[in-house]
Nanobody, 123 residues
Framework: QVHLVESGGGVVQAGGSLRLSCAAS????????MGWFRQAPGKEREFVAA????????WHADSVKGRFTASRDNAKNTVYLQMNTLKPEDTGVYYC????????????????WGQGTQVTVSS
């Protein structure tokens, strides 16, 4: 079992930055690929970013490439999403996810989900 808790959301002006954190429980955190998803009001949840168990490989949605960066610290059982140059369309609830294989995260079928943290970008 992996329990995920996100933090770091909030309200920010367009062009600003936020860093989301996802703290994971469990001694096998370093064996899981991790990812971030978001869901805007009235829309389906969408993939944002994923990172391999070692942190050596990352994947980012086209809509956030060059602005968002996923990273992880296995010693702290934590994965991060650095979000720069935020836009109003980045507004939504951001969810952390974990899976044994990266493709399960990228495809939107991870094994575990966090409860989400709200990000609001004002124009």
């Amino acid at each position: 079992q992996v329990h995920l808790v996100e933090s770091g959301g909030g309200v920010v002006q367009a062009g600003g930055s936020l860093r989301l954190s996802c703290a994971a429980s469990g001694r096998t955190f370093s064996s899981y690929a991790m990812g971030w998803f978001r869901q805007a009001p009235g829309k389906e949840r969408e993939f944002v970013a994923a990172i391999s168990w070692s942190g050596g490989s990352t994947w980012h949605a086209d809509s956030v490439k060059g602005r968002f960066t996923a990273s992880r610290d296995n010693a702290k059982n934590t994965v991060y999403l650095q979000m720069n140059t935020l836009k109003p369309e980045d507004t939504g609830v951001y969810y952390c996810a974990a899976a044994q294989k990266p493709h399960l995260v990228v495809s939107g079928t991870p094994d575990y989900w966090g409860q989400g943290t709200q990000v609001t970008v004002s124009s």
